[in-house]
């Protein structure tokens, strides 16, 4: 039974290989490495076994080692948990709006000078004078 369920998993991989790079899902890889990982697989074994199936697609030995580890602690969901907290970016149109009328206001301002004053990071500037205000710096020569 273990010999048709490892080899049904792996033809699901293989399936996901030759087709669109894009379908192939993180979950399905962990649940793969979970299958082998509780009948009794060391990560050398689980990795060489999708080495040999996925081949360029396979996770690497970090990555397999790191999830059954986490599977040895009792950690055996498969699935990205939500993290808690704030956001990596909170961009709102009350502070791209800002951001707009503080270069028009004076076009030599830093994205430094406009963080301080707004209290967000410079990065977070950056991103929305190129991203969102579609702005870039003219060079005159």
């Given at each position: 039974m273990c010999q048709i369920a490892s080899l049904f998993l792996?033809?699901?991989l293989k399936g996901c290989k030759?087709?669109?790079v894009r379908n192939f899902n993180n979950m399905e890889m962990r649940a793969v490495?979970?299958?082998f990982f509780l009948h009794g697989k060391v990560p050398k074994e689980i990795h060489a076994i999708l080495k040999e199936t996925v081949e360029?697609?396979?996770?690497?030995?970090?990555?397999?080692?790191n999830w059954v580890a986490q599977f040895k602690h009792g950690h055996f969901s498969t699935c990205n948990v939500p993290r808690p907290g704030?956001?990596?970016?909170a961009t709102t149109p009350e502070i791209i709006?800002?951001?707009h009328n503080l270069i028009l206001e004076d076009n030599r301002i830093l994205a430094k000078s406009i963080a301080e004053q707004l209290g967000?990071?410079?990065k977070?500037?950056?991103?929305?004078i190129h991203e969102d205000l579609d702005m870039q710096k003219l060079f005159a020569k």
């Open positions: 792996l033809q699901r030759s087709g669109d490495i979970k299958f360029e697609h396979a996770p690497s030995y970090a990555t397999v080692t704030q956001p990596k970016t709006d800002q951001i967000i990071s410079c977070h500037v950056g991103s929305i």
